[in-house]
């Protein structure tokens, strides 16, 4: 079984940037399918970002312009750049991927099987 593992999170003031990565802790998996999630206290978990191996990366409006889903697949990693943050993107970060690989991004919570444990993102104002 797949598990992800997520780091990057932290602390950074309005306007900061950060960069989160996500990687299997495990091989075999490859990254071409996964998505990025986020939970804040009291509110439900929400679809961030996704990749896929044939349709173009989606992002939730709330992040467009601001967030870059890239991936480096020697290292089998996806990375998530945040720009521009804004004290509503306090959150849990979450990384997922499904078992079989789609061919267009999924954006359901439901659509993926493995997650990671999630990286705490907290931006000041």
């Known amino acids: 079984q797949a598990h992800l593992v997520e780091s990057g999170g932290g602390l950074v003031q309005a306007g900061g940037s950060l960069r989160l990565s996500c990687r299997p802790s495990t091989g075999g998996y490859s990254m071409y399918s996964m998505g990025w999630f986020r939970q804040s206290p009291g509110k439900e978990r929400e679809f961030v970002a996704g990749?896929?191996?044939?349709?173009?990366?989606k992002y939730a409006d709330s992040v467009k312009g601001r967030f870059t889903v890239s991936r480096d697949n020697a290292k089998n990693t996806v990375y998530l750049q945040m720009n521009n943050l804004k004290p509503e993107d306090t959150a849990i970060y979450f990384c997922?991927?499904?078992?079989?690989?789609?061919?267009?991004?999924?954006?359901?919570?439901?659509?993926?099987?493995?997650w990671g444990q999630g990286t705490q993102v907290t931006v000041s104002s």
């Open positions: 997922a991927a499904p078992v079989v690989m789609a061919p267009f991004c999924l954006l359901g919570v439901s659509d993926y099987d493995y």
């Open positions: 990749t896929s191996w044939m349709g173009p990366v």
